[in-house]
């Protein structure tokens, strides 16, 4: 289905001009009739009374950032995408069968006065009546999507909770609302879709020998040191799925990011233990390089001679006072160590 833009002038206003002055003719024609006795002016005028609301019915008006979709007896005829008042055929109908799906997302909020309405005809004893007040036009706007937080396994098989944000706009009504049944609840199931095959490429944290690119060469590629990587393939993935219904995504985002519940105490304890790893190999390797910097100075200064023994036991002591925990507790020796 390929969209038909109305071009048509802002010629609401004269339609409205015109058909009041003919009303008030008709009234003024319905009296001269009573007075003057003539049949075919009253009748003309009675039945512009009684038919003349119609002409009203044909008056749109679009905002900015707004359109219609307008049907003639079940033809596509054309879109409003430009704001103004307008005049259309009367008997042209809006369509838009997403007009009542309420996501969580901008824009998606229950309309004030019609909710007034609605409790003022419930309270005057009109409970069994619903009134149809959702507005049929199409919002051209960006909006933000947020689905809620999905449980997915990583490419290592662990469990994480992750949630995205999705900036998103229509940009052909006619495919919005023609070529799939409601839009958007077309595009909250493929960002649901797209977010579970991208993540399942990659580990949550950086893992050896894991290929995030598929060219085959493993890489450091993971959801959280590349969330913004993981992002935009998240974008082009929803951006193919959604073609198809006329929209844009304009950007995606990584809003929430953890280990699911179940596994959260145990790869912490997993975190915590590789940065104690790589904590004490910082340590002995610089407590290596004090040592060596110190024979280094005893030698080059010559304060002290010390034989092989005498080296190993001064290694031993540095390492042991270096490497250690707590504070060393130094023991003096007033003897000989043989």
Known sequence: MNEKVIKKKNNGFPVLILTILLYL?????????????????????????????????????????????????????GSLKYDGFYFVNPFCTAVNPAAKTKL?????????????????????GEASAEMDLTSKKISLKAMTLSNSKQKINDCLGNPIEIGIAVIWKVVDTAKAVFDV???????????????????????????????TTGDGVADEGSLRGSSEVVAERIRKEIQ???????????????????????????????????????ARKMIVDSAVGMVEMALSKLNETQLVTLDEERKAAMVSNLLVVLCGNKDAQPVVNSGSIY
């Open 181 to 211: 049944d409601n839009y958007k609840e077309f595009l909250s199931l493929q960002c649901d879709s797209a977010l579970r095959n991208i993540v399942r490429l990659y580990p949550y944290d950086v893992a050896p020998n894991v290929d």
């Open 240 to 278: 193919s799925k959604v073609e198809a219904a006329g929209i844009e995504i304009i950007e995606a985002r990584i809003t929430y990011l953890a280990y699911a519940p179940e596994i959260a105490a145990v790869m912490l304890q997993r975190q915590q233990a590789s940065a104690i790893i790589d």
């Open 25 to 77: 003719a008709a009234f003024a024609g319905v009296a001269f009739a009573a007075i003057n006795e003539n049949i075919i002016v009253g009748i003309i005028s009675v039945l512009w009374i009684l038919f003349g609301w119609i002409m009203f019915l044909g008056l749109k008006v679009i905002k900015p950032q707004e359109a219609l979709v307008l049907t003639l007896f079940g033809k596509y005829v």
């Open 104 to 124: 969580n997302q901008s824009g998606d909020v229950d309309n004030n006065s019609a909710k007034g309405l609605n409790q003022l005809f419930k309270g005057a």
